[in-house]
């Protein structure tokens, strides 16, 4: 047994940590967490000092066994989980939960798995720090006391199954304003006016004018100045200018970055960027900081001068903006400079490039340039077109990384290219002029990166939180990433060529957005409800704030049971307030009265989702009830689409002796006959749809579900997902991908398809009782699964399926598999039991 056992969160970090220290050390992961609050009560003391009470997850049970045999087998106890307030409040969970001996327990730091780095971290070890574990049991109790007060209001008021979060609710709130911001914005009007011109020497450039016109009558009036008008060089000035590199990563902007130049998810980036910190390839990915340590300046200077030279190299430090940074205290680099890439995943292999390119590019010479503005006129007017031209004198660190622009940072400065050489009243042919009219833009919608960049500027959240914040919104469904249509909008362009002025209209797309951050009709009823009664929760400014309080705790400077107690003397009373006194809103607008009865007609959330009603229900006669479609909103269905709504389901006929009707669908319009469904095209109105227009979907629909082949005396099948074109077969579904051609696919393609398919689904399977019907099965992340008829259970990592016995699957089924619903009647004398329980064991516990 090994004198020493280290402890870290994840097994990547314990295998490559391990390559380091010699046999005298045990390395072993606690696999995150080992203890957190209950899920099925607060867990929290709300009144007394609010305590919070942790328990080990069922979960992580054997893992802590296993923990606590080797601490009390080894002699000294390294706890080496990361450096930031969810590593330290990890190795004070590890510490009281391993029961270990303060004479024999260490903590170790570092900000980079290196062999350096960890016997560094080993020779000065430090205690824990109690102000961080504080800071981190701040947050989790503030946003436990948050969601789990919030989310019963929500279910009462608004809609069953709602949650709240802290700063899960604000980053809906930037979404949902920025959507109404652009629902309402009215654009206005103005004519460009750009210009080609040609030099003495035959080179052609172009020119604008600085200023729009505002009306077309303006641009015309201006066009016919220049009929005939002779055009020379007025003014021309050039002048040095340079570009600097930007800093390294922190966690933000390494977010930001990565969704411009790869398209990464920020949680991709976090996942990538944690597996190479976990293999020594980076340093802690978690920081605010854009400091570089000497050692890793003196790297990348060594490795500019080996590729670039001396004249690339210009080693600097930067100074970090971010208040209250409190993570690792270097930016993201990597370990080794000497090492341009890595072997690993391709996306690692591409984020890792990136995160090099950055750093060395820091530490690399700003790039000159020369810019030049050149003025011209005309002899028929006064005013004067500008052209700009920049041309790269030295690439610098352009040489190797040139950082990425948001669409709102692209307004800013149109790209400059070169300019021909001119000079002072040189004389100019004018090729053309252009009047176009051009809109103004409302705000661009939030993409992920954006969004990460808005919320560090507020100041809300901290570098470990926006990757699950941002995940958090899309998977309740406040927030997705949509698809919007744009509508065809007229415009007219003016163009002076040839002593002629012509005009004519042209159409163009506007609004459609993909990929960006949109707003759910749910996200919207939520977020009213929570601005309007709990605004100052949602307030980006007390957020902030809340930001602050945490980091003046973990610097030793705030008490954060007071800051608990102070919060939650004002919070509490008012949810109990809303939660007794709010009236029941559900985003219920009234559109307009039934024409026929007088009803009131309006739109709300339902159970299932948006929709409109007519009637209410006081009414002796039950209201009538139509689903919105998937293009209309609460926010933006007008009276008249709703009226046509309440026309559907439309009886169109029969077919085969089956009633064939058309209606609208959670998931979008379509025709039905008996039990089969078929999908109506995109921007297809199912109020227009007649049953010669549904007897040619279903017979399209049953063209595409004819068997293709027959493979073992079974039919195939061929059609096209959500992730593709596929193929099934014995209720199978096969992915067809790229190598074959899809349209023409041979009987060979076909068999080699589902044998493909079928060797991978016996290589899944490690253990198959079929007389049991139970079988464990591998899963992602290296974990696997117990799958008994529709019960799955995922086994942990630690768990070796292997050698699983069927009497032991069958323990872990019993254990696992869900419980029959008691009566209502039981289950509330179960819940007041288990209160009641609760109470007394708490009780006892303070006493």
Do not use: C
């Amino acid at each position: 047994m090994a004198k020493n056992l280290v402890i870290v969160e994840s097994p990547a970090k314990a295998k490559t940590i391990e390559k380091f220290l010699g046999k005298d050390y045990t390395v072993a992961s606690s696999f995150g967490h080992i203890a957190d609050l209950p899920t099925k009560e607060l867990g929290v003391d709300t009144e007394g000092d609010f305590t919070p009470k942790y328990i080990v997850s069922k979960d992580k049970r054997e893992v802590v066994k296993k923990l606590k045999n080797l601490a009390k087998n080894a002699e000294m106890v390294w706890l080496a989980s990361d450096e930031d307030r969810e590593g330290e409040a990890i190795a004070w969970h590890l510490a009281e939960e391993l029961d270990l001996d303060k004479s024999k327990t260490k903590r170790i730091v570092f900000h980079e798995i290196t062999k350096s780095a960890i016997l560094k971290a080993i020779e000065n070890p430090r205690d824990i720090n109690y102000n961080l574990v504080n800071a981190q049991q701040a947050r989790r109790v503030l946003d436990r006391l948050v969601g789990y007060e919030l989310s019963p209001v929500l279910w009462r008021k608004v809609k069953g199954g709602l949650s709240a979060g802290r700063v899960q609710s604000v980053s809906v709130r930037l979404i949902v304003e920025r959507e109404r911001e652009i629902q309402n914005f009215k654009p206005e009007a103005s004519f460009r006016i750009d210009a080609e011109f040609t030099n003495e020497e035959g080179k052609t450039f172009k020119a604008k004018l600085p200023k729009n016109f505002s009306t077309k009558t303006e641009a015309e009036q201006f066009l016919s100045e220049n009929l005939g008008a002779n055009f020379k060089v007025a003014d021309l000035t050039t002048k040095p200018a340079k570009k600097s590199p930007a800093p390294p990563f922190t966690t933000s902007t390494l977010q930001q970055e990565a969704a411009r130049k790869l398209y990464f998810s920020v949680s991709k980036t976090m996942t990538m960027a944690q597996r190479l910190y976990e293999a020594g390839h980076i340093t802690y990915m978690r920081t605010d900081s854009v400091n570089l340590s000497d050692d890793a300046r003196n790297g990348a200077k060594k490795e500019i001068l080996d590729a670039y030279g001396e004249k690339y190299s210009k080693t600097r430090q930067f100074k970090g903006k971010t208040k209250g940074a409190q993570e690792a205290h270097e930016a993201i680099r990597p370990t080794n400079f000497a090492a341009h890439t890595v072997r690993a995943d391709r996306d690692e292999e591409r984020l890792y490039e990136l995160i090099w390119k950055r750093a060395i590019a820091s530490q690399m010479s700003e790039a000159q340039l020369e810019r030049t503005n050149v003025k011209i006129e005309a002899d028929k007017h006064d005013k004067q077109f500008t052209a700009n031209g920049e041309v790269l004198k030295f690439d610098g660190f352009l040489k190797v990384y040139l950082e990425g622009r948001d669409e709102e940072d692209e307004d800013l400065q149109e790209q400059e290219g070169m300019l021909p050489a001119l000079k002072i009243n040189e004389r100019l042919q004018n090729n053309y002029i252009t009047a176009t009219e051009r809109f103004t833009r409302p705000p661009y919608r939030y993409t992920e990166a954006s969004l990460v960049k808005k919320l560090e500027e507020l100041g809300i959240g901290r570098p470990s939180t926006y990757a699950p914040t941002i995940s958090t919104i899309q998977n309740r469904n406040y927030i997705e990433k949509g698809s919007v249509e744009g509508i065809e909008r007229e415009y007219f362009q003016l163009t002076l060529k040839g002593e002629k002025i012509n005009e004519k209209k042209l159409t163009e797309t506007v609004g459609s957005d993909k990929g960006k951050l949109v707003p759910t009709d749910v996200g919207m009823v939520v977020n009213d409800f929570l601005v309007n009664h709990f605004s100052s929760i949602l307030d980006y400014n007390f957020t902030a704030k809340v930001e602050q309080d945490f980091d003046d705790i973990a610097e030793g400077n705030e008490e954060w049971t007071k800051m608990m107690k102070d919060f939650y003397s004002d919070f509490h009373p008012h949810v109990k307030d809303v939660a007794e006194n709010a009236d029941r809103e559900v985003g219920e607008r009234i559109l307009g009265k039934d024409p026929a009865t007088g009803k009131p007609v309006s739109v709300r959330l339902g159970k299932f989702g948006p929709m409109v009603q007519m009637g209410s229900v006081e009414d002796e006669e039950k209201p009538k009830f139509a689903s919105l479609s998937p293009d209309q909103t609460l926010d933006s269905v007008t009276f008249e689409e709703a009226m046509e709504l309440f026309k559907l389901p439309k009886e169109l006929g029969t077919y085969e002796g089956e009633t064939v009707e058309v209606n609208n669908g959670r998931f979008g319009p379509y025709v039905r006959y008996g039990k089969k469904f078929v999908s109506l095209e995109k921007g297809e109105d199912p109020i227009e749809v007649t049953m010669e227009r549904a007897l040619e979907l279903i017979k399209e629909k049953e063209k595409a579900d004819a068997p293709i082949y027959e493979y073992k005396e079974l039919p195939v099948q061929k059609g096209v997902g959500r992730f593709g074109p596929f193929l099934k077969w014995n209720d199978m579904f096969i992915n067809v991908n790229k190598k074959y051609d899809f349209d023409n696919l041979s009987a060979e393609d076909i068999e080699e398809l589902i044998e493909d398919k079928l060797k991978k689904e016996r290589e899944k399977v490690i253990h198959n009782w079929e007389d049991e019907g139970i079988r464990v099965e591998k899963a992602r992340w290296g974990r696997s699964n117990i799958i008994k008829g529709k019960t799955k259970i995922e086994l942990p990592k630690t768990v070796d399926a292997q050698k699983l016995s069927l009497e032991e699957v069958k323990e872990i089924l019993e254990k696992k598999a869900p419980k029959k619903k008691a009566s209502k009647k039981t289950a509330g004398k179960k819940k007041t039991t288990t209160k009641s329980a609760a109470r007394k064991k708490n009780t006892a516990k303070k006493s």
